[in-house]
């Protein structure tokens, strides 16, 4: 099989809001009263090192603040690793973020064409896929609206129609499934399961270790931004569950 993704001692530090807060004015003052202390950062991924290899279906587990999130962000090139080296073969779809890379003042469908144009899609075959984007999503009568003028749910749901539809060689969803109702997530669901069937790189975070398990091949499980256990989905999901029932 093709590697498609390497990470190789990955570290991220990350400010902390204290030192956001700090200005140079208040930076100089506190030096001159000698009561200046260098403001604190977090170590967010601490050495982390995987492979994927191409149509590999990948869950990432771990509990809230462990650095699943983060780690996605550090694949797709959004945040840059303080050490370490990141590989990546081939175009990614990431869904992470709740209206991430949309422009809120252009149209949904200007927003549909300028994704895939920057996936590296023609415009033609952007405007093509818009129908057919917008159906899944049923925002059909969102065509011309501004994207900001979408509720949150719906941007949602503009969201994963178009990471999943264009076909990228690796997909990123990062809690895809906890979005919308549940007749919905089935929808969202069924959707997956077609892909599982082609031959696309999925990394996928989810709190749903039954779906996890069932879905993907392999697992990691990130434990305050370290990988506690890497392999199949089944063992992954077991030693994490042990590990949380033992406290």
């Known amino acids: 099989m093709r590697e498609i993704i390497r990470l190789e001692q990955v570290t991220l530090w990350r400010r902390t809001q204290e030192e956001f807060s700090y200005d140079l004015k208040k930076t100089i003052f506190s030096i001159l009263e000698g009561k200046y ?48 080296q990141v590989r990546v073969r081939g175009e990614i779809a990431p869904l992470i973020e709740l209206g991430a890379g949309f422009d809120p003042d252009l149209s949904v469908k200007d927003n ?18 818009v129908n057919e984007i917008l159906e899944f999503a049923e925002l059909e009568d969102c065509l011309l609206s ?13 969201g994963f129609s178009i990471a999943t539809d264009i076909q990228a060689d690796i997909l990123i969803l990062d809690e895809v499934l906890s979005v919308g109702d549940e007749r919905f997530k089935n929808k969202c669901r069924g959707r997956m399961e077609q892909l599982w069937n082609e031959d696309v790189t999925i990394l996928l975070v989810s709190h749903d270790l039954t779906f996890i398990e069932k879905s993907c091949e392999k697992a990691i ?9 890497a392999g199949s989905a089944s063992e992954t999901v077991n030693y994490y569950l042990k590990a949380v029932q033992n406290g």
């Open 146 to 158: 501004p994207v900001k003028a979408l509720s949150s749910g719906m941007m949602a749901r503009l």
């Open 221 to 229: 499980w990130l434990n305050k931004g370290q990988v506690s256990y």
């Open 37 to 84: 202390r260098k403001p604190s950062r977090k170590l967010i991924l601490d050495q982390v090192d995987f492979v994927v290899n191409s149509g590999e279906r990948v869950g990432i587990i771990g509990a809230n603040g462990s650095g699943k999130s983060t780690l996605l962000k550090v694949i797709c090139g959004i945040l840059e690793p303080t050490s370490g």
């Open 112 to 129: 549909i064409i300028l994704y895939g144009v920057m996936l590296g899609f023609s415009r033609a075959e952007m405007t093509r896929k």
